[in-house]
DNA sequence: CTATTGTTTGGACAATCGCCCAAGGCGAAT
DNA sequence: ATTCGCCTTGGGCGATTGTCCAAACAATAG
């Protein structure tokens, strides 16, 4: 095992990020403390001011990591979608994943309500937004859906009020999918 | 007027509640401080908790009671729908209103956060949303939209998913209309 | 005028906060 | 063997937190 001071390092580090992803959906962004997040993972109180600048700054790295890999995650599962109902179909089923009780979705709802109060943080998140209407919309044109940029961008709000949503109240069961699929329904009337 | 005790007593009660509607979406639900709301009202800091058992007791009255103004408020504009497409456009307006990084926005996102954490809020929440659940569908079995407690489900979660995302990135002009418009299809092919 | 009731004041309390830093530990390079 | 550089420790700093409370206050009732 690479022994060496800046191996172990970058293993806080880590140990760091992974600690405040789990913290920032148990307490709320602003409720996470500079001890608590050494506490979870492990270390002593003075490490976390040594390998980031600010509380706020591991929050937003952390924070802004995971929403990364869920994007590219969701992506490379709507790769495989052959058809815009199938489409609608795999997307449903990634968000099936999620009750909106989970970290995950807590951590993203979380993110979004600290970049009101934070222009970097902010800049950041409008980045991964736009990325993934970007990479949706690529789908959507690919599957001939009409107007793949504004169907995007909505379908990309769908998804997460309906984990907001879900997280007080149960969507009846499978609800979600026909309902969307006339969404994204490609003999539209006008 | 009426200088009595008792009077004098509600009007700060009254400015307490006005106050932990500002400070929750400048601050975060888990930021705001009897200090701070208790400056804000131009009270003493001992009043808070005079007339509140808790800083979160008094957090949860002021949310609640303006969601649920909000509710009644839309509602009340939705009757106003002689057709599906004309309800889109009453509702897009109401969404209009909002920008996602406006007052009202960021407290209803607050409280859904706050409510995952506080099962009384929880409950109290989850009351609000369906009450609003159940007026819309109501509103959409009156127009004859199929499925219209799915479709009124889906839409309430299209409205606060649109808020929150165009708090990061505005929605391309007008698109969203459109595109809902399609959900709300009442030659829907399955 | 006195007693009672409800409201208000401003500070005390222990706990916690973010951030900082002097001091020590330890592998790598010389 | 000594120096160097990074990592780590644990506690100190002033500021802020939620909650409580003894005392002052005002207005009504007897």
Redesign the pocket.
Known sequence: M?????G??????RRLVAAARELVPERGWS??????VAERAG???????????????LLAEAALGELREMVTGVDAVLQRAGSPEELVELLAAEVDRFDGTDPASLLAVETYLAATRDPQLHAALTEVLDDFRRRLAARLADLAVPDPEATAAVLAAVVDGVLLHRALAPLPGGAVTPVVRRLVGTGARR
Chains 1, 2 share one sequence.
Do not use: I
Not at 8 to 13: L, M, Q, T, Y
Not at 43 to 57: E, I, K, N, R, T
């Open positions: 690479a022994e060496t001071a800046a172990r390092g970058r293993d806080v580090r409720a996470v403390s500079t001890r608590a270390v002593a109180p003075g490490l976390v001011h040594y390998h980031f600048a600010s509380v706020q700054a």
